[in-house]
């Protein structure tokens, strides 16, 4: 399992520039692996929900960081994209 986890958190570092798809497979198995020590009673359940959360932000942060695909227009700019608009939260 610990074994699992540190090949997903290498892959996560190693894929900045890279393909994200060895990292994905990488994390899903050790994924699997903190599920099933759960399960079984090696981890605590909280235990194993923390590290799959911190492998989960790490891997949406590549995939995030990813770059996007290259336009494919002849010597144009592609526009720009708006800005996200948060939402504002009701009290």
């Known amino acids: 399992m610990k074994t699992l986890i540190v090949k ?3 892959s996560l570092v190693e894929t900045t520039s890279g393909d994200p798809s060895d990292a994905a497979t990488s994390t899903l ?6 599920d099933r020590a759960a399960a ?4 605590h359940r909280r235990n194993a929900a923390r590290r799959k959360s911190r492998l989960a932000r790490k891997l949406a942060k590549v ?10 227009g002849k010597g144009k700019k592609a526009a720009p ?8 939260k009701k009290k």
């Open 81 to 88: 994209a708006p800005a996200p608009v948060k939402a504002s």
């Open 40 to 43: 079984k009673g090696i981890l």
């Open 8 to 10: 997903a958190r290498r």
């Open 63 to 72: 995939a995030k960081a990813a770059p996007a695909p290259a336009a494919t």
């Open 29 to 34: 198995e050790a994924l699997r692996a903190l």
